[in-house]
């Protein structure tokens, strides 16, 4: 293998050392900001690795010279996605962009992730980083982290589908007549229309406005399907058992898109296209 540059192994090991940081904080006894520590570091190390292995493969930098930064994530991603040799695939990208919408939830506002929402995206992420450390460098995440510090939990992943059927129920109930729950309901919605990255590239950005319409579908008694019918496109596909456990994300057949011209209908999480 050509020797490396200094670029290239030092955002490796920052994308390692974030990793490890994450898996910690997962595995830790203390819950106070657990959730914010391990999003922040799984979105770091994923940050820091597709800039490595773009540097790795070819590309010459990772600055925008418009603004004389370094591109972000979202940058980074369609990079990684367009490089021959990495060939991050869609629903690779998906997985990213999820702990990319999740992160900048917990940084920005605040949300509420299940546990085992949060396990399924934490395996999905551990499973995704040694994938492409082997198909860039030929190295295994075991090289870094021993397998006994894996994201652990006492129950096996439960499917993507059974999880956000759980969390819809639990946000029907929230906002039934009466709760005066409505901001808690509305930090799980913003997890639901994170997750939602996995089938749709261009679910970047959650407005008010989305979590607004979600809120008013779910009271006008609409099924998920009807809410949230980008989830209905994607699964989790479980491999493995105990600390071999493997999660990756896939699609499946997708919705038909519908055109309407009325104002009024809720778009948010939909296939709808306002025209």
């Excluded at 290239?8 to 914010?36: H, W, Y």
């Excluded at 590309?59 to 021959?84: H, L, P, Y």
Aim: with cysteine; proline share 3%; aromatic share 6%.
């Amino acid at each position: 293998m050509p020797k490396e540059s200094y670029d290239v192994r030092t955002l490796r090991a920052k994308a390692v050392a974030s990793l490890r940081t994450g898996v910690v904080a997962f595995n830790g006894l203390d819950d106070d900001a657990r959730v914010t520590r391990i999003l922040l570091h799984l979105q770091h190390a994923f940050e820091m690795l597709l800039k490595s292995a773009l540097l790795a493969s070819g590309n010459k930098t990772v600055f925008d010279k418009k603004k004389r930064m370094a591109i972000g994530m979202e940058a980074s991603v369609k990079r990684c996605i367009q490089n021959s040799s990495i060939k991050l695939t869609n629903e690779e990208a998906g997985t990213i962009r999820v702990l990319d919408n999740l992160r900048d939830g917990e940084q920005h506002w605040h949300q509420i992730v299940e546990e085992g929402m949060l396990y399924l995206h934490a395996r999905a992420a551990v499973t995704l980083f040694d994938d492409l450390l082997h198909r860039v460098w030929k190295f295994r995440l075991a090289d870094y982290v021993l397998v006994r510090v894996l994201p652990l939990s006492a129950e096996p992943p439960q499917d993507l589908d059974i999880l956000v059927d759980q969390e819809y129920e639990r946000i029907a109930q929230l906002l039934k007549p009466g709760r005066k729950a409505t901001a808690e309901a509305k930090g799980r919605i913003r997890t639901l229309l994170a997750t939602e990255a996995l089938s749709d590239p261009d679910a970047v950005e959650i407005s008010e406005s989305d979590v607004n319409r979600i809120v008013r579908g779910v009271r006008e008694g609409k099924e998920r399907g009807q809410v949230f019918p980008k989830l209905s496109r994607v699964s989790s596909m479980s491999s493995g058992e105990g600390l071999s456990v493997e999660v990756r994300f896939v699609k499946k057949g997708g919705l038909p898109v519908t055109y309407t011209a009325d104002p009024n209908d809720d778009v948010a999480g939909s296939s709808q296209l306002r025209v």
